[in-house]
């Protein structure tokens, strides 16, 4: 099975049963006067730390590493589910 993204350049990316999938709003990594790739690289790591955790696991680590579990002052959407 693949993935396709519609919008903007289009890219394949091959899954298997039980792979995680995580989607969300660039207010979840983004911060001002911080580079976006600071924010996906604090992201990214912690979810690699934790990638065997349940996907509300997941999500709750996807929050806290971002040091918004409290409450964001940008709007986030966050999905996170197993394949």
Do not use: K, N
Not at 39 to 62: F, I, K, M, N, W
Request: charged fraction near 20%; aromatic fraction near 4%; include cysteine.
């Amino acid at each position: 099975m693949c993935i396709r993204y519609s919008s903007g350049p289009q890219a394949e990316l091959p899954y298997t049963a039980g792979d995680t999938l995580v989607l969300y709003t660039d207010g979840l990594i983004e911060r001002r006067g911080e580079d976006i790739d600071v924010g996906l690289a604090r992201l990214t790591g912690a979810l690699a730390r934790c990638s065997r955790l349940t996907p509300q696991c997941l999500a709750d680590v996807a929050l806290s590493s971002q040091g918004i579990s409290g409450g964001a002052g940008d709007d986030v959407a966050l999905l996170v589910t197993r394949l």
